[in-house]
């Protein structure tokens, strides 16, 4: 049995100060991955999906919430092998993914989305299809990733879907209030990769664990300009640290104090005990997925027509 080292278990004492017995589940979850976890995947096709040929959880077995067009499938089944994921009919995530993602349900048909932190594509094929918005801008600044994000969004032939490479500071300047919805899956130290049996030396560090943090205040800060009067902020990692989640909204919001974090009502039983404000957690240790975190946040005002969108953003379609 892998031993954990001092900075997982001093996280793991925080995270859980109450009980050392969820400590110990906890890192084990870390330290032990699961054999199989149970994936899901959304049904990208524009049209009506057959769902013949995977296994898919039965519906007793869903929590009511879940839309429509996504499934939980049995834990066995590797999505990748199949013919519907060549086809672009199915794109697969994990179920914490899913969890973090379905924050952004209570928007209601967003005329326009922005998703800050694209690559691979799972956030913008979520919103796309879940939330059907006009059109969204799909933004991916490290270059060597926006090839795959463009490969997987073109597959399933979804519409309205644009791809973008820009700087969070860059789009802040050229679409200030643009958009009724900006998506923050934001890079972070990925702790809940150990989960799924993936190696990654220096999650639990202290100057990664900063970094990171400081990076997201600032994605959060510029994604939150593109937002217009009334309209929202989704917030999601894959990581544990208090820093990089309930921290990074905490000192976002003291210097944007016309964003409220609000309630998703179908995530209370996840509602994160060390945020004064309403944000959630996913643990590898209590449900099938491999964990993460997520923030809804709505900013003050009326919602209004958008001004246009500038020519260049719209540049480069998927279809
Ligand atoms: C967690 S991943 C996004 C996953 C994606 N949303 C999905 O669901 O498939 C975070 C992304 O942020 C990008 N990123 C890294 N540094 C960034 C920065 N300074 N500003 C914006 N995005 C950044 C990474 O390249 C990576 O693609």
């Known amino acids: 049995m892998p031993e954990p080292t001092n900075l997982m278990r001093k996280q793991a004492a925080r995270l859980f100060p109450d009980s050392e017995e969820e400590q110990a589940q906890f890192l084990n979850s870390l330290l032990v991955p699961a054999k199989e976890r149970q994936s899901a995947v ?3 096709s524009a049209d009506a999906p057959t769902k013949d040929g995977l296994d898919i959880l039965p519906e007793k077995d869903l929590p009511s919430w879940l839309p429509e067009r996504i499934s939980f499938l049995a834990p066995q089944v590797r999505v990748g092998k199949t013919s519907l994921f060549e086809s672009g009919a199915i794109y697969p995530m ?7 993602a379905s924050a952004m349900l209570p928007v209601k048909a967003p005329r326009r989305v922005l998703d800050m932190c694209a690559a691979p594509g799972g956030k913008t094929l979520f919103a796309s299809v879940v939330l059907v918005p006009g059109l969204v801008v799909s933004n991916e600044v490290i270059g060597k990733r926006l090839g795959i994000l463009r490969h997987n969004l073109k597959k399933t032939g979804r519409p309205n879907l644009y791809t ?3 700087d969070p500071a860059e789009l802040a300047s050229v679409a200030p209030e643009r958009f009724d919805l900006a998506i923050v899956d934001a890079p972070c130290s990925g702790q809940s990769l150990l989960a799924k049996g993936i190696d990654n030396p220096g999650c639990f560090h202290p100057n990664i ?4 943090a400081k990076r997201q205040i600032r994605i959060l800060s510029k994604s ?3 937002v217009a009067p009334g ?4 917030y999601s990692t894959c990581t544990f640290a208090r820093q990089e989640n309930e921290g990074a909204i905490e000192k976002f919001l003291k210097k944007h104090d016309d964003f409220t974090p609000i309630e998703v ?7 994160s005990e060390l945020s004064e404000f309403r944000s959630y957690r996913i643990y590898p240790h209590r449900e099938t997925g491999s964990g993460g975190f997520t923030c809804l946040l709505k900013k003050n005002g009326e919602s209004k027509d958008l001004p246009e969108l500038p020519e260049a953003l719209v540049q480069y379609p998927t279809i």
């Open 42 to 44: 959304i049904w990208t």
């Open 231 to 234: 309209g929202y902020l989704f």
């Open 224 to 226: 939150s300009e593109c």
């Open 164 to 166: 973008q490479s820009l």
């Open 265 to 271: 009502p179908h995530l209370s039983e996840f509602e």
């Open 209 to 212: 664990i900063k970094g990171n």
């Open 94 to 100: 994990d179920v914490s993914s899913i969890f973090t």
